[in-house]
């Protein structure tokens, strides 16, 4: 049993890397020399990718955990009878922070320098990778994060493909509307 949670993580792993791994080669420019242009797309650079991904998915780590605690705030004059619809809101809330922390990473690492890109298409990928990610969720997990303490690697692979593919969406948006700065 514990050889094929093993085998399941590896392979889990593996295609989370081959994932980031696609990403950062679809966004290089195929030509020989990496010279930059005054004219066309910026050529991209893969440590450049990397850092957006990355960036913004630890950014959108934190950014849940500080839009919960904005929305703790605000519903915490509630009444105990609204228990529920509470932790709706506060869930939502986290959820756009979240959002909003690793569609801003991206856009501000992948902005920096003399190139630019599309806030709202970066948002439109942020929301486009939220969307896969849920339905991943669904589909391999079996749902969101499971409560019992037998199932901790199944907890931190959910936690991840929730966190990362939003930011490799947003990543993929952005470099899709990269220009230079005029």
Do not use: H
């Amino acid at each position: 049993m514990n050889a094929r949670i093993t085998l399941r993580v590896t392979a889990r792993l593996a295609l989370l890397l081959a994932l980031v791994a696609g990403v950062a080669r679809a966004q290089v420019g195929v030509g020989p020399s990496l010279v930059v242009s005054a004219e066309g797309t910026p050529v991209l650079r893969p440590e450049r990718v990397a850092a957006e991904v990355v960036g913004g998915t630890y950014a959108g780590v934190a950014g849940y955990f500080v839009g919960r605690g904005i929305g703790t705030i605000a519903t915490s004059m509630m009444s105990a009878e609204q228990e529920s619809a509470r932790d709706r809101i506060v869930d939502g809330v986290g959820w756009v922070g979240a959002a909003f922390a690793i569609g801003g990473t991206v856009y501000a690492i992948g902005d920096m320098g003399s190139e630019t890109g599309s806030f709202r298409s970066t948002m439109g990928g942020v929301a486009a990778g939220a969307a896969t990610s849920l339905v991943l969720s669904r589909l391999v997990f079996r749902g969101r994060i499971p409560t019992d303490r037998a199932s901790a690697t199944r907890k931190w692979w959910v936690a991840t493909l929730e966190c990362s593919l939003p930011a490799i969406g947003g990543t993929i948006a952005f470099n899709a509307s990269r220009k230079w700065q005029r």
